[in-house]
């Protein structure tokens, strides 16, 4: 019998904007001096925006960074190791890497570098990138490698920045906030609840609703208070629609994107916003999974990939203590347990390159490719699943929060050419007493002392995956 799982498989997009209202003088201002190859001068205004603006570590800031850093004598060997920081750290498509893998090379050869040509920060500004965010969840057969999911989220229509802007409403102006998101969606229920706009075409009761802001409302709160997020002073808009076709067409209307059949909820950061397909009533795990993308990013957006992934999918079925959320078993164990034989290693799940498994069209076309080592529907399933029991593994050993903390606080070197996972795993092994494959053999000792070593041959019902018990 054929094992079926959810998969999530995430993936980042971008239309072309800039950082959110409060912090868009800066931005414009360092972007203005890049253009006018004032690199120095774009440097002194960027890296101060980046360390202390909500929102401010993103893929194009740190690539005006390291290209400017890449001109300037003092700062080369700097500016070379923010760009590889950007291959490592971002979920960029095969075209941005293609740009900032160029410009890398020019910058640690020894040659003088011309002015960087200014369009290509437009092209990563414009392509699937690393700003706001989108998490597609696919149907997974074990035993088969297919899916239904026949593409990236791709941009079909611009949004002029300033239409998502204007969708910006700050907190506490709840009345003009409704009649705006009525606007947008005349056929949906529309309501305030506390810091959320709820925009639902699900059918529920009032009831309902008002109970899943709640429980997000904590949610949040346990956000802020154990990772240290700050999310802008502005309502967040919740669209809730029965089907991932109903989200699909919702995605194209609001923000210009095609997703997906197969995607049942993404978060854009640019107007604060959060889409969800839900089966109706109480089940906010989808949502909690996309507000943690949209959150972490407020003060981490160049959270590494795995620890991202792992965290999001930690909390998407999780528990109340107190105050505290914990994460606890699911589905992805069963998964896990049954492609164990293509598990990868702590070593390779922080080390490896994540960019196909952001973009399954990608990914199927490097399969087809025998030259080419892509990752098949299985193993994106295993690595997936690996992270969010690592999180899971590094929660119940107590050092989750700080080795966060600690890779929020990394930064790339200034003084010699750096190997980022090398440090990432130094990070790791330090908060956990022993090199990285004694971690490894001791985490798969945990995970089989917690799932056993049998696979179950079905999942649990779906209608239960993400509802708290």
């Known amino acids: 019998m054929r094992f079926l799982a959810r998969l999530f498989s995430a993936f980042s997009l971008v239309v072309m904007t800039t950082p959110l209202a409060a912090a868009t003088t800066d931005y414009d201002t360092g972007k203005q ?11 002194d205004v960027l890296w101060p925006y980046r360390e202390a603006t909500p929102y401010g ?14 001109r300037l004598p003092d700062l080369r060997v700097w500016g070379g190791n923010v760009l590889d920081w950007m291959l490592r750290r971002y979920a960029l498509p095969e075209p941005s890497r293609k740009i900032v893998g160029q410009q890398l ?34 149907f997974y057969w074990a035993g088969r490698d297919d899916d239904i999911n026949s593409y990236p989220a791709r941009r079909v229509r611009d949004i002029p920045r300033e239409t998502l802007q204007a969708r910006l409403h700050p907190r506490g102006e709840a009345a003009a906030a409704v009649k705006a998101v009525k606007a947008l969606v005349p056929k949906f229920d529309v309501r305030a609840f506390g810091r959320f706009i709820i925009a639902a075409r699900t059918g529920d009761k009032i009831e309902t609703l008002e109970k899943t802001a709640r429980y997000l409302e904590r949610y949040l709160d346990f956000l802020e208070r ?9 309502y967040i808009t919740l669209y809730m629609v029965k089907s991932s076709d ?20 993404y978060s854009f950061r640019d107007d604060m916003s959060v889409l969800a397909a839900v089966s109706g009533g109480f089940g906010p795990g989808t949502v909690m999974h996309e507000l943690f993308h949209l959150a972490v990013r407020s003060q981490f957006g160049d959270i590494p990939q795995w620890l991202d992934e792992g965290l999001a999918s930690l909390y998407e079925v999780s528990k109340f203590d107190g105050d505290k959320v914990t994460g606890i078993k699911n589905w992805r164990g069963q998964v896990l347990l049954r492609l164990e034989s293509m598990r990868p290693t702590l070593r390779q799940l922080i080390s490896r390159d994540w960019f196909a498994f952001e973009q399954p069209e990608l990914s199927r076309m490097m399969q ?9 529907a299985e193993h994106m399933a295993a690595t997936l699943a690996t992270a969010r029991y690592f999180t899971f593994y590094l929660q119940e050993r107590g050092k989750l929060k700080a080795i966060y903390q600690r890779l929020r606080e990394q930064q790339p070197s200034r003084e010699s050419n750096q190997d980022v996972p090398a440090a990432t795993i130094a990070i790791i092994e330090s908060e956990l007493g022993q090199g990285i494959d004694a971690v490894d053999a001791d985490f798969i000792g945990w995970f089989h002392g917690l799932e056993g070593t049998v696979a179950v041959s079905k999942p649990a019902s779906f209608d239960n995956i993400g509802k708290p018990n």
């Open 105 to 138: 090379s020019d910058c640690r050869s020894t040659r003088d570098l011309a002015v960087v040509d200014v369009a290509t920060v437009a092209a990563i500004e414009s392509m699937i990138g690393s700003t706001a965010r989108a998490s597609g969840k696919t």
């Open 33 to 43: 001096l890049w253009q006018g190859a004032k690199y120095r001068e774009a440097y």
């Open 226 to 234: 154990e990772y240290g997020v700050a999310l802008p002073p502005y």
């Open 368 to 376: 087809q490719d025998e030259y080419m080592n892509a990752p098949s």
């Open 246 to 265: 109903e989200l699909s067409k919702l995605g194209e209307k609001l923000h210009g994107m095609k997703v997906g059949r197969a995607t049942f909820g």
């Open 57 to 70: 570590r993103t893929a194009q800031v740190d690539y005006m960074l390291g290209t400017s850093g890449c």
